[in-house]
């Protein structure tokens, strides 16, 4: 009985399975699938399938990139704002020296700011279309 309890400790198992006569069951792994399930099909066919059904993520990338550009317009704008304010006074639209020269770099970060809010709407419209179109393919 010591003998083997002794063999059990030294294998790594009970003693009921060294005193069982059946063989151990071998788990044989299941054949890889011949296809990923991701892919319904190959070639052209696939990536038309993987813009329908992720192409709103370009949608939200677009909106992402039209937020930046238009804080980078609105940050452009509120520092000449701020720059001819503190150059020319508080009223510096009536001011003589507030001409086109100094409305230029204003008139650039406005239309910076309002490109970026365009490129903005534009690409939260097409994550939702195309995030509907996407969801009615499943």
Do not use: C, H
């Not at 192409?55 to 720059?83: D, N």
């Not at 770099?105 to 700011?113: D, E, H, Q, R, Y």
């Amino acid at each position: 009985m010591d003998k083997l309890v002794a063999l059990a400790k030294a294998f790594g198992v009970t003693t009921d399975e060294l005193l069982n006569s059946k063989e151990p069951e071998v788990e044989t792994p299941s054949p890889p699938p011949s296809e990923p399930p991701y892919y319904p099909r190959r070639g052209f066919g696939s990536l038309v399938w993987l813009i329908r059904r992720y192409g709103w993520l370009a949608g939200v990338y677009i909106a992402l990139s039209g937020a930046g550009i238009a804080l980078v317009g609105g940050l452009a704008r509120y520092s000449f704002l701020s720059m001819t304010r503190n150059l020319l006074g508080d009223g510096f639209f009536d001011s003589p020296g507030w001409n086109r020269g100094a409305q230029t770099p204003l008139i650039i970060a406005t239309v910076i700011l309002v490109v970026g809010l365009v490129i903005l709407a534009a690409g939260v419209i097409l994550a939702v279309v195309l995030y509907r179109k996407g969801r009615k393919g499943d």
